[in-house]
Structure formats: structure tokens, C-alpha cells
């Protein structure tokens, strides 16, 4: 008795698993659709650098730019991180 009540909570609960992972999904998939009805306009990057961190895996190197864009005559700001390394402090970068 007791091997099939853990058996059926494993199953609820990879089932309550796999159905946050649907909905996580399902919810990019209609922003994903929202996107190509928004308006597009041209945007100036401002400013671009290289930031770095020291993390497990030696030190991480990441670009981060500032930009500018218009919509509907109204100004935006904003600046992004690239949110994985580009090439980490033990590798050697190859030209």
C-alpha cells in the first residue's frame, strides 16, 4: 500500500510539473505572437561596452550597450546586459 501512494504522489507531482511547464511555455509562445503586431521603429545604440564578473568558472566577459528609440514621438531609454558570457576568463580567444 504504501509503494503505491508514493508512486501516485511522484505522479501528481511531475504531473503538476509538466503542466507549469506548458503554461510557461504556452505563455511565450502568445507574447511571442503579441510582438509582430507591435510597431517597429529604428533605435541608435549610444554606447556599447564589455563588463565582466568573476564567476565559478573564471572570470565572464559580457557586453552591454546603451540605446535610444522613438515611438509615437515619445523617447525611450534603455541599456542591456547579454545574459551569457561571451568567453570566460580560461578561454583564449582565437583571431
Known amino acids: ?5 508514493r508512486q501516485l504522489i511522484l505522479a ?3 504531473s503538476a510539473f509538466g503542466a507549469l511547464l506548458l503554461v510557461y511555455g504556452a505563455k511565450g509562445v502568445l507574447l511571442e505572437r503579441a510582438q509582430k503586431s507591435w ?23 559580457c557586453p552591454e550597450w546603451r540605446y535610444e528609440y522613438s515611438v509615437d ?21 582565437i583571431a
Not at 500500500?1 to 501512494?5: E, I, Y
Open 1 to 5: 500500500m504504501m509503494v503505491a501512494k
Open 12 to 14: 501528481l507531482v511531475t
Open 39 to 61: 510597431p517597429r521603429t529604428d533605435g541608435i545604440v549610444r554606447s556599447v561596452q564589455i563588463t565582466w564578473s568573476d564567476g565559478k568558472n573564471g572570470r565572464l566577459w
Open 73 to 93: 514621438d515619445r523617447r525611450y531609454f534603455n541599456r542591456k546586459r547579454a545574459t551569457k558570457a561571451l568567453l570566460t576568463g580560461r578561454q583564449r580567444l
